[in-house]
C-alpha cells in the first residue's frame, strides 16, 4: 500500500545509547508531532518512547511509539542508528563485517514497504555503511545521507576553538 509522506513524523531504528539520544533530541525540537522507534529488542524500543513521551509536557505534543516497519511507510525521515559498537581491539572496518549484515536485514524491510523520505544513516563506519544503504535500497543517492562529515565539521571546529583559545 503506498502512503503519502507525512512531513511531520520521524522514524529511528535502533534505540541503543546514540538512538535513544536521538530520540530525546527529536522531542524537544519539536520538529515532528509523530516518532516510531524500532529496535531488534522491540521492549527497549518500547521502554525508550514510554520514557522519552514522559517529557512531552515540556516540550509540545507528539505521539511517540514503538512499532515495526509497517509503521514507518508515511515518516518524511528514518535515522539508523543500529548496529554494534566498537570494542577494545576491533578497527572500525572490523566492524564493516558485523554492521553490513546488520543493515542487510533492515534496509531492504524499509524499501520494499515503499518509504518515500530521507534515510539519514548513524550506524559506524558510517560512510561505508551509507554507501551500502544506498546498495541495499535501491534509493537514489539524493535520499540517503549520512552523518559523518556533519560531526566531523564539529570535531574540528572544536578543536580549532580550543587551540585558539575562541
Ligand atoms: N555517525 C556518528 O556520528 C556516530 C556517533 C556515535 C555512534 N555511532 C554509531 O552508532 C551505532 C550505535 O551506537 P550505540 O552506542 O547506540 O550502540 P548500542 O549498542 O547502545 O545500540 C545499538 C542498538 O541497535 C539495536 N540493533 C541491533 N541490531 C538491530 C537490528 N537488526 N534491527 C534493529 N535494531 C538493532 C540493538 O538492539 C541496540 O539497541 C554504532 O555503530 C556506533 O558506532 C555513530
Same mark, same amino acid.
Given at each position: 500500500?503506498?502512503?503519502?509522506?507525512?512531513?511531520?513524523?520521524?522514524a529511528?531504528? *535502533?534505540c #541503543?545509547f546514540? !538512538?535513544?539520544?536521538?530520540?530525546?533530541?527529536?522531542?524537544?525540537? +519539536?520538529?515532528?508531532?509523530?516518532?516510531?522507534?524500532?529496535?531488534? %529488542?522491540?521492549?527497549?524500543?518500547d #521502554?525508550e518512547?514510554?520514557?522519552?513521551? =514522559? #517529557?512531552?509536557?515540556?516540550?509540545?505534543q507528539m505521539k511517540?511509539?514503538? !512499532?515495526?516497519?509497517?509503521?514507518?511507510? @508515511?515518516?518524511? $525521515?528514518?535515522?539508523?542508528?543500529? !548496529?554494534? %559498537?566498537q570494542?577494545? %581491539?576491533?578497527?572500525r572496518?572490523?566492524?564493516? =563485517?558485523?554492521?553490513v549484515?546488520?543493515?542487510?536485514s533492515?534496509?531492504?524491510?524499509?524499501?520494499?514497504?515503499?518509504?518515500k523520505g $530521507?534515510?539519514?544513516?548513524?550506524?559506524?563506519?558510517?560512510?561505508?555503511l551509507t554507501?551500502a544503504?544506498?546498495?541495499?535500497?535501491?534509493?537514489?543517492?539524493?535520499?540517503?545521507? !549520512?552523518? *559523518?562529515?556533519?560531526? @566531523?565539521?564539529? +570535531?574540528l571546529?572544536?578543536?580549532?576553538?580550543? =587551540?585558539?583559545?575562541?
Open positions: 500500500m503506498i502512503k503519502t509522506i507525512n512531513p511531520r513524523k520521524a529511528v531504528i *535502533g #541503543g546514540v !538512538g535513544a539520544a536521538t530520540a530525546f533530541t527529536l522531542m524537544q525540537s +519539536r520538529l515532528f508531532t509523530e516518532m516510531v522507534l524500532l529496535d531488534a %529488542n522491540y521492549d527497549k524500543a #521502554g518512547a514510554k520514557d522519552i513521551s =514522559h #517529557g512531552v509536557p515540556f516540550a509540545g511517540i511509539y514503538a !512499532g515495526g516497519y509497517d509503521d514507518l511507510m @508515511d515518516a518524511s $525521515i528514518v535515522i539508523v542508528t543500529a !548496529g554494534a %559498537n570494542k577494545p %581491539n576491533e578497527t572496518l572490523d566492524l564493516v =563485517h558485523k554492521n549484515a546488520i543493515y542487510k533492515i534496509i531492504p524491510e524499509i524499501a520494499k514497504r515503499n518509504f $530521507i534515510l539519514l544513516i548513524v550506524s559506524n563506519p558510517v560512510d561505508i554507501y544503504a544506498v546498495k541495499l535500497s535501491g534509493f537514489p543517492e539524493k535520499r540517503v545521507i !549520512g552523518s *559523518g562529515t556533519v560531526l @566531523d565539521t564539529a +570535531r571546529k572544536y578543536a580549532l576553538s580550543k =587551540h585558539l583559545g575562541t
